[in-house]
């Protein structure tokens, strides 16, 4: 705590005030203000208004006293004096010492009073620049601000008018044009305001006039300038803040006009003709500010600083002009605000939160529009639309040329997998750990088993997940379009046109017509526009994709066309959604069954290669060995009731190379290659082996020929086989040889398997190979055919869950 302050009574000289702590001190200071304040108001509440008559009577009386001494001085020297020539000389010499005197005190006079008017101008323009930096530090009047400029540039003017200026006149002259300065910023800060009454206004303007003499024309010029350069600061912040600076930027276009009606030119010219009813000094604010001390001051300042009355030219703009003048700033400034739109619509691609700004400016400028003069309410309305619109078209435009994504996504993914070594394709049985959380419905441990069963892996799911963002980005625009169709417009504001004088027919068709039916119809169909090229691009990409992996030299990997499959599968799935209303028709996909076939038929190629050359090796060995199966044949005549082994293994091989590629990968169209394929090979294959089953029995039969005819020439005959040893020859050859029935029972048993085989590969009657080879089969009656088609048929239903694949 710092000590009381002493009292100033025991102080003999000043130096003791500053023996005592700077706090001291200055609580000292402050006493010796306050009670200085307090003094000087007592004073004049004591003088009143009789203060400068009382002074007036005391200079009098003063002068009075002097001249009186004067007369009896020289009534006292004339009675010592009273001859003629000595009162003659006498009052010759008085009169030429009074008239040297009165020259000599007026020169002295004249040096005071040049003195204090110089000290006055110099105290009061130091203050000057003090009471303008307080007034606008503490959001003062700026008119009283411009008041106090006024008294300053007079007064400057008067002390530069000296034979030798000062210098600090020069630096107290700095400050107040620094002082100036901020009030002019402040005052522009005022004028462009959104917030700022017409009072306020009315206030900030005058100010201005003073502070820069400008005429009433020139006020509403540089008050339509402040608040234009405020329209478009507002839109050139950045994306985020473009809602609120747009609705920002139109209300104040709005309210500009409003305030311009207002203001201009009748209220301005009052306020200004006020600023002529008494000198500058005498105004009561200006008199208010104790650091002027005009008080004292006044009398000292000079008399063109004292008698100075502003005189605007409050009446200089008349309303026909000022009409003419808003009218041109209006379009300049919707001009300039649409063009601010459209620069900061560039860095806006948010679809809701410009569908949002959308709605909110054409419904301000419905709101309040036509209150704009100058400015058709209706073209404004068309412009901001198309200004919106085309944004709102181009947006969608762009989010449907990222597709490109999606295409980059599937060749990188292919790149990396042509790096990468084969893997194992998925099982359901090793995809999924025993410890699979099971909560929420198990909702994690189903998405593992669907994306097993359909082949989807992380690069597949990666792709399908890249084009789901793509499609979500698109179809944003379906609740945009879905809000615009259901805004309603003529209800809206059905209340507020039978107050104003324009009416639908400005607009040309209904605003609920403009704005719900032609607004979302326009963007439909850019969006379907955008939706089909994207799509038509998609297309003619996985067909350069695919026609490399195709011609690619060797053979592509399988898994690289066996992941192009399920992408294209999986896209092919999610673009009927891609439609912006349910009732549209579907858009078509681009993965058509041309793009389709190479990849199948290369897969295809990859499955059937191994099974067949296994079933080759088979019948190779089946034709050159003897077999006891037709021990098994059922009726009779007994005919094979069963495939061979041969048979059946091939079908059960195809299947499970088709499954070892993923089971999800055999849609309709696949299958329906790979059996086309399957059944071209089997029958070239099948036809060979009759082929050497029928050369190989003939062969047997020449041999066995030529046996007999051995044992004929040696004299043996074929009836007495036991008892020659020749006989024991022979019928050993023919034991041993194949016979004809041997050939009968394999050209059964291979037409057997064929029409097994059939079942499952090809359909009877469409120029399938296998049925063409069966008819070529000139060895097998039409009725062994027809039982050996139906016992194959009978086979087929027992085994066909077997071969599910191929169905």
Same mark, same amino acid.
């Given at each position: 705590m710092a000590a009381e302050a002493p009292n100033p009574r025991t102080l003999k000289t000043w130096e003791d005030a500053f023996q005592y702590p700077i706090p001291v001190a200055r609580k000292l200071e402050q006493r010796l203000r306050a009670n200085a304040d307090?003094?000087?108001?007592?004073?004049?509440?004591?003088?009143?208004?009789?203060?400068?008559?009382?002074?007036?009577?005391?200079?009098?009386?003063?002068?009075?006293?002097?001249?009186?001494?004067? @007369? =009896?001085? %020289?009534? #006292?020297? /004339?009675?010592?004096?009273?001859?003629?020539? +000595?009162?003659?000389?006498?009052?010759?010499?008085?009169?030429?010492?009074?008239?040297?005197?009165?020259?000599q005190m007026h020169r002295e006079a004249d040096s005071q009073a040049r003195r204090y008017a110089f000290a006055s101008q110099l105290a009061v323009l130091r203050n000057c620049s003090m009471v303008m930096a307080r007034l606008l530090k503490g959001e003062g009047s700026h008119l009283v601000v411009a008041k106090v400029?006024?008294?300053?540039?007079?007064?400057?003017?008067?002390?530069?008018?000296?034979?030798?200026?000062?210098?600090?006149?020069?630096?107290?002259?700095?400050?107040?044009?620094?002082?100036?300065?901020?009030?002019?910023?402040?005052?522009?800060?005022?004028?462009?305001?959104?917030?700022?009454?017409?009072?306020?206004? @009315? =206030?900030? %303007?005058? #100010?201005? /006039?003073?502070?820069?003499?400008?005429?009433? +024309?020139?006020?509403?010029?540089?008050?339509?300038?402040?608040?234009?350069?405020?329209?478009?600061?507002?839109?050139?912040?950045?994306?985020?803040?473009?809602?609120?600076?747009?609705?920002?930027?139109?209300?104040?276009?709005?309210?500009?006009?409003?305030?311009?009606?207002?203001?201009?030119?009748?209220?301005?010219?009052?306020?200004l003709a006020r600023l002529k009813a008494h000198p500058l000094v005498q105004d009561a604010d200006v008199r208010a500010l104790y650091e002027l001390n005009l008080d004292v001051h006044d009398r000292w300042m000079g008399d063109e600083a004292r008698n100075y009355t502003p005189w605007p030219r409050h009446d200089e703009l008349q309303r026909a002009e000022a009409e003419k003048i808003l009218h041109q700033w209006s379009k300049q400034a919707i001009a300039a605000f649409l063009g601010g739109i459209r620069k900061a619509l560039k860095n806006e691609h948010r679809l809701e939160q410009l569908a949002s700004l959308r709605q909110e400016l054409v419904e301000t400028w419905i709101l309040s529009g036509s209150r704009m003069a100058g400015v058709k309410s209706a073209n404004v309305l068309d412009d901001l639309r198309a200004t919106i619109n085309t944004h709102l078209e181009g947006i969608v435009r762009s989010h449907a040329q990222n597709l490109s994504s999606v295409v980059s996504g599937v060749s990188q993914m292919l790149k990396s997998r042509s790096a990468a070594p084969p893997t194992a394709s998925l099982s359901l049985w090793g995809s999924v750990p025993k410890t699979a959380h099971l909560t929420n419905g198990a909702a994690s441990f189903k998405s593992e088993i669907l994306n097993t069963h359909q082949g989807r892996d992380n690069?597949?799911?990666?792709?399908?997940?890249?084009?789901?963002a793509w499609m979500s980005s698109v179809l944003q625009v379906k609740s945009i379009i879905k809000s615009m169709k259901e805004a309603r417009w003529d209800d809206t504001f059905a209340d507020d046109d039978e107050d104003e004088d324009s009416n639908d027919d400005d607009f040309g068709d209904s605003r609920q017509t403009l704005l719900s039916d032609d607004d979302p119809r326009l963007l439909e169909e850019a969006t379907q526009e955008a939706l089909t090229q994207a799509l038509r691009y998609l297309g003619e990409s996985f067909v350069q994709i695919v026609g490399e992996l195709t011609a690619r030299e060797p053979v592509a990997d399988v898994q690289e066309m066996c992941f192009v499959l399920r992408v294209?599968?999986?896209?092919?799935?999610?673009?009927?959604?891609?439609?912006?209303?349910?009732?549209?028709?579907?858009?078509?996909?681009?993965?058509?069954?041309?793009?389709?076939?190479?990849?199948?038929?290369?897969?295809?190629?990859?499955?059937?290669?191994?099974?067949?050359?296994?079933?080759?090796?088979?019948?190779?060995?089946?034709?050159?060995?003897?077999?006891?199966?037709?021990?098994?044949?059922?009726?009779?005549?007994?005919?094979?009731?069963?495939?061979?082994?041969?048979?059946?293994?091939?079908?059960?091989?195809?299947?499970?190379?088709?499954?070892?590629?993923?089971?999800?990968?055999?849609?309709p169209a696949s299958v329906s290659v790979l059996k086309r394929i399957a059944s071209e090979e089997l029958a070239t294959l099948l036809r060979s082996n009759l082929n050497d089953v029928v050369k190989t029995c003939d062969k047997s039969e020449s041999t066995t020929e030529l046996a007999i005819e051995g044992d004929r020439e040696n004299g043996v005959a074929d009836t007495s086989p036991g008892l020659h040893p020749s006989g024991e020859r022979t019928a050993r050859a023919a034991l041993l040889s194949p016979s004809v029935e041997v050939r009968d029972q394999k050209l059964k048993q291979a037409a057997f398997d064929a029409l097994f085989i059939q079942r499952f590969l090809g359909s009877i009657g469409n120029g399938d190979p296998l049925d063409e080879l069966l008819k070529n089969v000139d060895a097998l009656e039409e009725n062994t055919m027809v039982r050996l088609k139906k016992s194959a048929a009978d086979y087929a239903k027992k085994t066909y869950l077997l071969f599910a694949l191929l169905a």
């Open positions: 307090e003094n000087r108001e007592k004073l004049r509440a004591l003088v009143g208004a009789s203060y400068r008559d009382l002074l007036d009577t005391a200079e009098t009386i003063v002068d009075m006293e002097m001249s009186m001494e004067q @007369v =009896e001085a %020289m009534l #006292a020297r /004339a009675g010592r004096h009273c001859n003629s020539r +000595t009162v003659e000389r006498i009052t010759g010499n008085a009169g030429k010492l009074a008239d040297r005197g009165a020259v400029l006024v008294l300053a540039r007079l007064l400057h003017k008067a002390l530069s008018g000296n034979a030798v200026t000062p210098p600090i006149v020069g630096q107290l002259w700095d400050r107040v044009l620094s002082a100036r300065r901020r009030l002019l910023r402040r005052i522009d800060q005022r004028l462009a305001s959104p917030t700022c009454d017409a009072a306020a206004l @009315v =206030e900030t %303007m005058c #100010a201005y /006039a003073l502070a820069t003499s400008s005429t009433p +024309t020139q006020l509403l010029r540089h008050f339509h300038k402040a608040r234009l350069d405020r329209i478009v600061g507002l839109l050139h912040r950045g994306p985020d803040e473009l809602p609120t600076c747009g609705m920002g930027a139109l209300r104040l276009c709005i309210q500009t006009c409003q305030d311009t009606h207002t203001i201009f030119p009748r209220r301005l010219a009052d306020s690069s597949v799911i990666d792709v399908v997940s890249t084009f789901d294209m599968r999986e896209i092919s799935e999610k673009i009927p959604t891609l439609r912006l209303q349910e009732k549209a028709t579907p858009l078509a996909t681009p993965f058509t069954l041309e793009l389709l076939k190479p990849l199948h038929v290369t897969l295809a190629k990859q499955v059937v290669q191994s099974p067949t050359k296994l079933y080759e090796k088979m019948l190779t060995r089946a034709v050159k060995t003897a077999s006891n199966s037709h021990i098994l044949w059922e009726g009779h005549p007994s005919l094979p009731a069963q495939p061979s082994p041969g048979a059946f293994s091939y079908l059960q091989g195809l299947t499970k190379a088709m499954a070892a590629h993923g089971s999800d990968l055999w849609a």
